[in-house]
């Protein structure tokens, strides 16, 4: 089943491919022919720094192939919806505390409570899904069962 993600989201993958392709990875193969050249590489603890930057930036450029491959632009320019879909901001307000949060369902990688933005596949985002202005969602943590209530459903360029 392919991953939703948002156009920016695609875009910010692929700049990160990109970077590590045709910028980290030249400069670590660099690095290790310069900590080769002093020598004795059993006690060259550049040459084994290099080595393991080099080990975590292959590791990153497959899993990034990975996920480019496996997932699937959800365009959200102009969309509307009266349900809660992928890529909708919500606002709801915490019934207990009466406090009163956003959010955006995004994709897995594009997920930044910082920036409200949570994925479509969280405790929250799932509940969301299907949702309509006024319906109750109630979201189950560890601590506690917290119950929203669906004010907004707006979709917004991210």
């Not at 990160?16 to 310069?34: F, M, N, Y």
């Not at 720094?49 to 080990?55: F, H, L, Y």
């Not at 919806?81 to 307000?93: H, M, P, Q, R």
Request: proline content about 3%; overall charge negative; aromatic content about 6%.
């Amino acid at each position: 089943m392919p991953t939703p993600i948002t156009r920016k989201g695609y875009e910010a993958l692929k700049a990160e491919l990109d970077r590590l392709h045709k910028v980290e990875r030249p400069r670590v193969i660099e690095a290790i022919a310069e900590a080769r050249a002093h020598g004795d590489l059993s006690e060259n603890a550049e040459y084994d720094a290099a080595k393991e930057r080099q080990g975590f930036i292959e590791a990153r450029l497959a899993e990034l192939k990975g996920k480019l491959a496996d997932c699937r632009i959800i365009d959200i320019a102009g969309r509307t919806s009266e349900t809660v879909v992928f890529g909708a901001t919500v606002v709801l307000i915490e019934q207990e505390a009466q406090a009163k949060k956003q959010y955006t369902l995004v994709g897995q990688d594009e997920a930044d409570l910082k920036f409200s933005r949570i994925s479509v596949q969280s405790p929250v985002g799932r509940a969301l899904i299907g949702k309509r202005v006024g319906d109750m969602v109630e979201v189950t943590t560890p601590a506690k069962i917290v119950e929203y209530e669906v004010m907004e459903i707006r979709f917004e360029e991210l």
